[in-house]
């Protein structure tokens, strides 16, 4: 009794946040922004989430000219498919109406290619590349135990001996993958314009300063400040709710 309960209270919110959705994409289409906003986030206080509710929300805020929340829901959309061309273009241009402008320091070796690899997709459909090329292993296990040919037996036999190779290769970049986001801690700043301190006190000397849509990483937390990384590598101290972090 309590499965179906449950069951039935998935289902209604699944269809209210759809209904919810749609009158967002409606408001939207209309140009009420401000009411498409509202329609997107109630949804996402009601703990649901999707790649084209963050996009449509960063669309609806970059429309009224709010650039840091637009650019904190374009982050949060490439997170979920961070190859969508779309959300990267539209990032591109909010990101040209931010001030700071901020050299990325590439990776570079053996890193910058398991990083190309593994970012392909999110580490979710890695994990289910996997399931699928063990299935597709167990298949030919099947088709060399049941063959009745020479020829069949060898192409199948040399499946079974290849296909190992890429569920390793599958498996170890959702891994890998799976430990970037967890360790890595991206935010935006959501301050018009914020000093950035050398120590995590108000008092300290200014490192640098930030304006709002930059990105930082935070590497740490002491009290109420954020010690952050810029995409060049500088450091500093900033004030816990001048960002937002994106996970």
């Not at 946040?17 to 986030?41: L, P, W």
């Not at 570079?108 to 999110?122: A, D, K, P």
Request: hydrophobic share 45%; net charge neutral; with cysteine.
């Amino acid at each position: 009794m309590k499965n179906i309960i449950y069951i039935l209270l998935l289902l209604t919110q699944t269809f209210w946040a759809q209904s919810v959705f749609d009158k967002g994409n409606d408001h939207y289409r209309k140009g009420n922004y401000q009411e498409a906003i509202t329609a997107y986030e109630s949804i996402i206080k009601g703990k649901k989430e999707s790649c084209d509710l963050y996009f449509n929300l960063a669309n609806s805020y970059y429309k009224l000219n709010k650039i840091a929340p637009a650019i904190y829901y374009y982050e949060k959309a490439l997170l979920i498919s961070p190859n969508d061309k779309d959300i990267q273009n539209n990032l591109k241009f909010a990101k040209n109406s931010t001030i700071d402008d901020i050299k990325t320091i590439e990776k570079v070796g053996f890193e910058r290619i398991m990083r190309n690899f593994t970012g392909l997709v999110h580490y979710n459909t890695w994990g289910y590349i996997s399931v699928g090329l063990a299935i597709l292993f167990l298949l030919f296990f099947i088709g060399y135990y049941f063959s009745q040919t020479t020829v069949g037996k060898r192409i199948f036999f040399v499946g079974m001996f290849i296909i190992p190779f890429f569920i390793l290769a599958a498996v170890g970049a959702a891994v890998f993958e799976k430990n970037l986001y967890q360790t890595e801690r991206p935010a935006i700043v959501f301050e018009q314009i914020i000093s950035v301190k050398n120590e995590p006190r108000e008092n300290a000397t200014e490192a640098f300063i930030l304006h709002e849509g930059t990105k930082v990483f935070v590497l740490e937390t002491v009290d109420n400040w954020k010690k952050i990384q810029l995409t060049d590598e500088t450091e500093g101290w900033i004030l816990s709710e001048a960002i937002k972090e994106l996970k």
